[in-house]
DNA sequence: CGCACACTTGAGTCGGCTCAACCCTCGTGG
DNA sequence: CCACGAGGGTTGAGCCGACTCAAGTGTGCG
């Protein structure tokens, strides 16, 4: 939980003091996240209660069973969000992209660990203080519930994904819908990056990271992506859209 | 409690008639539902926008991709919500009881097919109507959210489980899963009522029901279940628990 | 250069699936 | 009353896709 001890790395600052130039306006982040909801006036009351953070790669914002003391806002960058069976095992609940809110539920504890991928930049906001806000701002409410209504959309793929596909159309599957994310947060193109490592998609997906790059060799030596460093290209959507048999 | 069997459609009528000596306030469900988060005054303005329907056994209460005409209170009984797949399979995200909402997120589209398993009754709210008092009554929607937020960690549950867990975990899981809930809605026994049949809890599962079948019966016969009609009873709740590995 | 780390590739194994039979229970009609 | 068929559930034999285990291939970095 050293964590949130933000003294090292680049320290916090509160984004009304506009230092560094950024403040919620002009967020790369607003309009695909939860502040798109709010009146100009109502940003500059949320901005009031928001903390600019960054982390390291490989750093973690919090764990599992943590105290939820704050929900955060990623602006830039991705996340891993795992849960750990007291076994070990383990299995990647998702990613988080700039745009994304993290404690949707306000939830008292935290159910996943959240690991920044890359570099990362969040807004992050006192919960007591984020809860009462939303208690004062109904349509903020409304908004983060659709966010939540649309979260569960996209876990009900995912069990139908985990439950009843095969390991490629997993994978075929799992590529599509990352590049559709992109494609909504303005990231559209053919190259789909892909900031987590293999175990983490074979995590998610439920395979082994064995089976995962199989996949993707197979994908490759087909000529429906092309693999490149970071990320893969997509060379026929239509075909990969077609093994993800959505 | 087939009081009108001739309900072959939605025999309904406004609950504030009364005539079924049936009102909001003494609604069995009422505690463990949406509703609990009311004033009796609301209580009555909520009652006024419902009407109480049946459904029969295996009738459907809606479909993937209908119009979301409606949203629903489960007052009694037992529906299960399932997904198909373009090319036939299916998965079932998910069992409703009684307390639970269906069309928490009020969407606009329903994402999935809901089938009576047994003797149905609801509570059925014109959706707009009912956002409309949504949109009236905050602490109603902070109700829904903390559902839906419910909702998503059921969701997280579930996909560690079809990801990440052996056939024999996920049937232990799911039987000690359903008896809490059992338990929450006062239902607690070590007798664990199956209203839905075996290729439902595969589909559920992510199995066969074969695999389905043959679990159940390895449970029984090393005395850790009891297979009885409709159900099965828990007679070793330690064992029950520690095969699921939760 | 050499170590570390992420990823790939191959060979063999196994858990859950497929396919097929069989067993109930129940409802229906003769 | 029994005969019959249908539907749900169980059981068995064999197979296959994904896993396991183990080795090999980059690639970046001190």
């Not at 750990?84 to 609940?93: A, E, K, T, Y």
Request: net charge negative.
């Amino acid at each position: 939980m050293s964590t949130l001890e933000l003294s090292h790395d680049h320290a916090a600052h509160p984004c009304h003091h506009g230092w560094q130039g950024e403040s919620c306006q002009d967020c790369k982040a607003r309009l695909f996240s939860i502040c798109a909801a709010l009146t100009i006036d109502e940003l500059e009351e949320l901005e009031a209660l928001s903390r600019q953070i960054t982390l390291a790669p490989r750093q973690t914002l919090f764990a599992q069973e943590d105290d939820a003391t704050a929900v955060y806002n990623v602006t830039e960058g991705a996340l891993v969000l795992s849960r750990l069976l007291p076994d070990g095992r383990r299995h990647v609940m998702g990613f988080a992209l700039a745009g994304d809110f993290l404690g949707l539920a306000l939830p008292e504890r935290f159910t996943v660990t959240a690991a920044a991928l890359g570099p990362v930049t969040l807004c992050r906001f006192e919960r007591g203080a984020f809860r009462a806000l939303v208690a004062d701002k109904p349509h903020l409410l409304l908004r983060l519930h659709e966010r939540a209504a649309y979260e569960l959309t996209l876990a009900q793929d995912q069990m139908m994904l985990l439950g009843r596909r095969t390991a490629e159309e997993k994978v075929a599957s799992f590529l599509g819908g990352l590049r559709r994310r992109y494609a909504r947060i303005g990231h559209d193109s053919a190259t789909v990056e892909l900031p987590m490592g293999r175990q983490d998609i074979a995590d998610h997906l439920g395979l082994t990271i064995e089976t995962v790059s199989r996949m993707l060799t197979r994908l490759d030596r087909e000529r429906t992506i092309l693999i490149v460093p970071g990320g893969v290209r997509v060379l026929d959507p239509g075909r990969l859209e077609h093994l993800a048999a959505g």
